[in-house]
């Protein structure tokens, strides 16, 4: 299982391996209905724990429902699942393919995360996330739903998304004691560094989305390239999530995908061990 050469971390109140798996691509274009091959989604999501993924992370607006609806059918053994974390978020809209409104009225976010308890067919989620902060409602108010998931026991632990530094503090500040943070971040997007290193501070897990998404640096002559030279066999993408997993402790990569080949592919990053040198040149080529 490769996948435990990555190390670990406490999610959900569980040590699992810190190179994960995203369930957005299960779903079909645009996040949107159910995928082009079901049965190839279902592989995709056994094939991960076979390798080792014992942390997998969805949303009730992938699909929106679809994610959840394959997580349990692949996965669920009647009455949970075994060793393998599921994180879900909640407070996104669906009105159509690549649309996401955030709606943060309380009312909405208890029937989120009531409805993926549900779905999921657990009683408890393991680590359930506010997917945006709605401008709209008030943060405080928000918070306040949200600590209130930990307080009735619906959720073990609870994270935020797409958020700064001050975000969290608030939360901290409103009694949640913040598990995860779930931002853009990959080498060619770095612009939740300084959210990175407070989270490394504070041992809160770093979730990056879209991990892989290396923009320039992965061209063909750029960056990469001079190191994959160093590394036969190896991909532009395992060197992006060998990167983010020696950058940051707490990052957890959950690099997403809907064919077992493309999986097998991302998580033998974890078996990629970057150089000192190799390191720096990728982290100073911005």
Avoid at 81 to 93: C, E, Q, R, S
Avoid at 98 to 104: A, D, H, S, T
Avoid at 205 to 221: M, N
Avoid at 224 to 230: A, F, G, H, S, W
């Amino acid at each position: 299982m490769p996948v435990v050469n990555s190390g670990t971390i406490d999610l959900g109140g569980r040590s699992v391996h810190r190179l994960g798996f995203g369930a957005m691509r299960l779903t079909g274009p645009g996040i949107w209905g159910p995928p082009r091959d079901h049965d190839e989604a279902i592989r995709v999501l056994r094939r991960s724990v076979e390798l080792g993924v014992t942390f997998i992370d969805t949303a009730d607006s992938y699909g929106p429902y679809v994610a959840e609806d394959l997580i349990r059918e692949a996965l669920h053994d009647g009455s949970g699942y075994g060793d393998v974390v599921i994180a879900t978020k909640g407070g996104l809209t669906r009105t159509g393919p690549n649309v996401w409104p955030p709606l943060g009225r309380k009312e909405y976010l208890r029937q989120c995360i009531l409805m993926s308890l549900r779905r999921l067919g657990v009683e408890q989620i393991d680590l359930w996330q506010l997917h945006r902060i709605d401008e709209r409602t008030s943060r405080d108010e928000q918070f306040a739903e949200v600590k209130s998931f930990l307080d009735e026991g619906l959720a073990k632990q609870v994270g935020l998304s797409e958020v700064d530094v001050a975000d969290v503090r608030a939360a901290q500040a409103a009694g949640i004691p913040v598990a995860s943070v779930q931002n853009r971040y990959n080498l060619g997007d770095r612009r939740a560094e300084e959210l990175l290193d407070f989270c490394t501070e504070q041992g809160i897990a770093f979730i990056p989305w879209a991990p892989v998404d290396a923009g320039s640096l992965a061209q063909p002559g750029g960056p990469l390239d001079k190191v994959l030279e160093n590394h036969p066999g190896a991909t532009t993408s395992q060197l992006a999530l060998a990167w983010l997993l020696r950058r940051s402790p707490v990052i957890v990569p959950i690099p997403g995908t809907s064919s077992v080949a493309h999986l097998e592919e991302n998580l033998g990053a974890a078996d990629l061990e970057l150089t000192d040198e190799e390191f720096e040149a990728l982290a100073n080529a911005v």
